[in-house]
C-alpha cells in the first residue's frame, strides 16, 4: 500500500511473457466474459485513494486494489473475443478495464459500447467518458447555475476542470480558474475560454487573491484541490452560493487531512455544498452525449489532453497528477487500433 505521495516505483512493470491471461474461476462470471485489447487508459486521481490501506474511512465507498495485481481504471478497449450477446468482435468499448494489454473483463455493466468514431477514441477516457459526465452533472445538477453567475473552479486545466469551465461560459457565466503553471494559466485564457486564470504556485494570499478576481464574490465554487482553497474560497463566497465538491486533491496524499477553519460562512452566508459522485449520475449519459457531441463537432467545446505513449510510462504519467506534470486530460496510449 502507498503511503505519501504516490512515486513510479510503487508499481512494477511486468512483461506479458510471464502473465498468463486466464478466465475467472467462477462459471457464472467466466460465461459472459469479453477479451479485450485495450487502447488508452485513463491516469485519474481517484487511483491514488485506491492504493491506500483497507480500513480507512474510504474503504466503505472504494475497493482498494490487490497489492500485486494489475490496476483497474477507466480505458477504451476493442473486442476480440466475447461471450457476451451484449458485445461481439471489433466493438470498441469504454469502461472499467485493467493495466494491461490485454484484459479479460466480466464487470460488464460499466462497459459502453462507442457509437461515434469521428471524434478521437482517447476522448472516452476525457470528455467522453467518466470525467465528462463528472464536470456536466456536477455543474449542472449540483451547482445550479445562472446565467451572469460568477463561477471558480481550482484545478481548472484538468480533466474535470476544463470541461466546467467551458460549460459555465456556454451558459454565459463570468469564469475564473486556477492552475500550478504559466502554461496552464495561457491556455485557460486562450484555448479554453476562462475570462481569468492565475497560478495559485504565485500567489501567497489566496483570500486576497480571490477579493481581486471576484470583487463581488463568487456564486459557484466547483471544488477539485480541498484544504487552504476551500478555506479562502468561503471568504469569498456570495450569499446563497454553491459549492460542488467533486475532490480535493490536494488531501489525497496526507496522512491527517487539513483542518477548514472558516465553515462557519455556510452559516452566515446561507451556502449549499454539496459533495458528489459521479456514478450516480451515469443514467444521464445519453443526455450527455446529445449536448456534447455537437459542441464538439462545432468546434464550441475544445479538449486538451495529454497523451503518454506506452503501458510502460503509466507510472509517471499516474503520478505526474499529483505534481501537476499533465496538462489537460492524462492518457496513456497503450495500442494503436
Ligand atoms: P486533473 O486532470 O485535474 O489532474 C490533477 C491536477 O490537480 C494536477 O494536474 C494538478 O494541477 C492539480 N493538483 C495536484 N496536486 C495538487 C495540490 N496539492 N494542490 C493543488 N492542485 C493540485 O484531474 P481530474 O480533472 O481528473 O480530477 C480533478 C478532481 O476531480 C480530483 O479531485 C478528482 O479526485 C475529482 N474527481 C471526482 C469525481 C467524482 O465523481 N466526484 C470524478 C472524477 C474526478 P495544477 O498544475 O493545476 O496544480
Known sequence: YVEGSPKESDMNFTDAASIKLKLPDDEDEA????????LYLSCDPVMRILMRKPGDETSAYFTPYAPGSPLSGYGVAKVLD??????????????????????????????????????PLSYYTGILGMPGMTAYAGFNEVCSPKKGEYVFISAASGA??????????????????SAGSKEKV?????????DEAFNYKEEHD????????FPEGIDIYFENVGGKFLDAVLLNMRVHGRIAVCGMISQYNLDQP?????LMCLVYKRIHMQGFTVRDYFHLYPKY??????????????????????LENGPAALVGLFSGRNVGKQVVSVSQF
Open 289 to 310: 452525449l446529445d449536448y456534447i457531441l455537437p459542441c464538439i463537432r462545432e468546434g464550441r467545446v475544445v479538449y486538451l489532453e495529454d497523451i503518454a505513449q506506452g
Open 31 to 38: 460465461s459472459k466474459a469479453v477479451l479485450v485489447k485495450n
Open 258 to 262: 487539513e483542518g477548514v477553519t472558516n
Open 206 to 213: 489566496l483570500n486576497a487573491t480571490l477579493k481581486r478576481y
Open 82 to 119: 466475447s461471450r457476451n450477446s451484449n458485445f461481439k468482435e471489433g466493438d470498441l468499448v469504454w469502461g472499467t478495464t485493467k493495466w494491461e494489454e490485454y484484459s479479460v473483463i466480466t464487470a460488464l455493466e460499466s462497459l459502453h459500447k462507442i457509437q461515434h468514431t469521428d471524434v
Open 186 to 194: 495561457d491556455l485557460l485564457k486562450s484555448k479554453l475560454n476562462f
Open 160 to 177: 474535470v476542470g476544463q470541461l466546467v469551465g467551458q460549460f459555465a461560459k456556454l451558459l454565459g457565466c463570468y469564469v475564473v480558474g
